[in-house]
């Protein structure tokens, strides 16, 4: 007959509604989601055997000690901390890891420049605010504001005065105006750009086909034959382009 634990437990409706939350979560550690169905199912009557062929394991393992899951071990589980569930840390240990994150690492004596998710996780952990604590859990703290201050990117502030103006009249071409009138039919509006110092070399030797087994041969020599130049165009609002490419003759 399928063993049964000698104990029997009930759960409470918050009980129950955190061990399926954890039995849910797949991000959580294995065996906190594995532990929180076994107690599902030993809260439904269902004996240790029966369980450890639910979850595809071994009887041993659903069962806490040999006389099933005991009382005191209900008890132990009830309180138990996720390490991954971030409903487990202390505000102020979340807000600390943020104020870190808005520093420049020299501030805190890490000589970087700025830093990475696993550089934090890193500090954090050596100056002692917390001894556990994932990269990953890192992350979705500092993934779930809003304004993020530790990130940033560079660009070029306008000193040109008239910038906004000088920048209208090209987003005004770009919705098919030209000073305030509609573009006619024989009237287009051309995105053109220039790729310069395009190396032109020819291999010494004629490339070998590859053969069963055998990659494709390319000559690692070759001669310099000048540079090339090609600028595309492109019709605003158009998929289609033009290129025109010129050579030179000058050898490096």
Known sequence: MPRKSPYRI??????REELERRANKYTLPYFIVARAKMILLAAQGLANDEIANSLSTRREISAAGENGSSKNDWEAWKTFPAPADPGFFPPELVVRVKAIACEFPAHVGE????????ELGSHVRACGLTASLSDTTIWRWLNEDAIRPWQHRCWIFPRDPDFETKAGRILDLYQGLWKGRKLA???FVLSADE???IQARCRKAASLPAQPGQPMKVEHEYERLGA???????????IKSKSISRSSNERS
């Open 195 to 197: 790729k310069t110092s």
């Open 10 to 15: 009930v759960l409470t409706k918050q009980e």
């Open 228 to 238: 090339w130049a090609t600028g595309p165009s492109m019709p605003v609002g158009s």
């Open 111 to 118: 000589p970087l420049s700025r830093w990475s998710v696993a």
């Open 185 to 187: 039919t024989d009237e």
